[in-house]
């Protein structure tokens, strides 16, 4: 997927960590299978505001902490059509343990 992370307010407690410049603009559908068959899994009805509009991915990294990743969909045309269109973000950050399903 490539891209790098950037923050919208460096240094602010309210920052977020996006993953821009991805290369080929892939849909939202090529985000979540390259997530799926790279180890990610999925964290389901996470229903926090900050998450909501977007699918949660968990995976736990090299020295024991977890990444949480969130691909918010373009929900413009309604049902199923965010599938093929690119995602409108896409987060990134740590959580302290395992981002367990509620």
């Known amino acids: 997927m490539g891209g790098k992370i950037t923050y919208t307010k460096p ?42 509009g977007g699918d949660d991915y968990k995976h736990q990294g090299k020295y024991d902490n977890w990444y949480h990743v969130t691909v918010f969909r373009d929900e413009s045309e309604g049902g199923f059509s965010y599938f093929n269109k690119p995602p409108t973000k896409i987060t990134i950050h740590c959580d302290n343990g395992n981002p367990q399903n509620p």
């Open 11 to 52: 240094g602010n407690p309210d920052s977020e960590a996006l993953i821009a410049g991805r290369k080929g603009n892939p849909t939202f559908g090529d985000v979540d299978l390259l997530l799926y068959r790279n180890g990610w899994d999925p964290i389901f009805l996470n229903m926090s505001k900050e998450h909501r």
